[in-house]
Each structure stands twice: as structure tokens, then as C-alpha cells.
């Protein structure tokens, strides 16, 4: 079973940077598809980013330009670099693995960026 522990989270100041990382348990993380969602208060959780296997990155509009998610097979662990914060990126962030067809889900990090 894929364990996923979420770190990084804080309040930090529209404008500021924050970098959250993905730790995952278990075998073949450097097969699955890699993902960060957020789910701010009264909202639907939403894709903010994922990348494949081989490096590829995709990213939601809202966040374009402005985070960035990597990955390092050796530590099993995504990043998930967040770069010139607005209020409303203010959310709780989630980590998601993919691997044929059977998702696992951290239990979450909580970002505020304050005005």
C-alpha cells in the first residue's frame, strides 16, 4: 500500500514562495503519474499539477508561470515549487499517485497566503 506524507506548508505572504514535497512509500514511484490538488474551504479539490513518469508536466492555468513540480525518483519524492503566492492559492495542497488505474492520496499540507 502507497503511503504519501505532504510537508511544507505555512502562511506565507502574496508575493512569497513555497516549496511542498510529496514523500511516497512503496514500490515502482518511478512508474506512477505524480500529482499536486488543492481543495480550498466550500471549493472542489482541483488539479494545480501533475507529471508523468518520464517528466512531463502539466499545470492547471491559474498556476502557470508561477509553480513548478519536479520530481526525484532516487528519494521517491515530488516538489511542488510555488512561486509569487496569491490569496487565492490559499488551500489545503494534496498529493495523488497514479499507477494502473489505483489512486492513493496524502492526507494534505495547508497553504495560506495572506494579503
Known amino acids: 500500500q502507497v503511503q504519501l506524507v505532504e510537508s511544507g506548508g505555512g502562511l506565507v505572504q502574496a508575493g512569497g514562495s513555497l516549496r511542498l514535497s510529496c514523500a511516497a512509500s512503496?514500490?515502482?514511484?518511478?512508474?506512477?503519474?505524480m500529482g499536486w490538488y488543492r481543495q480550498a474551504p466550500g471549493k472542489q479539490r482541483e488539479l494545480v499539477a501533475d507529471i508523468t513518469s518520464g517528466g512531463s508536466a502539466n499545470y492547471a492555468d491559474s498556476v502557470k508561470g508561477r509553480f513548478t513540480i519536479s520530481r526525484d525518483n532516487a528519494k521517491n519524492t515530488v516538489y511542488l515549487q510555488m512561486n509569487s503566492l496569491k490569496p487565492e492559492d490559499t488551500a489545503t495542497y494534496y498529493c495523488?499517485?497514479?499507477?494502473?488505474?489505483?489512486?492513493?492520496w496524502g492526507k494534505g499540507t495547508l497553504v495560506t497566503v495572506s494579503s
Open positions: 495523488k499517485s497514479t499507477l494502473g488505474g489505483l489512486d492513493s
Open positions: 512503496g514500490i515502482l514511484f518511478s512508474r506512477k503519474l
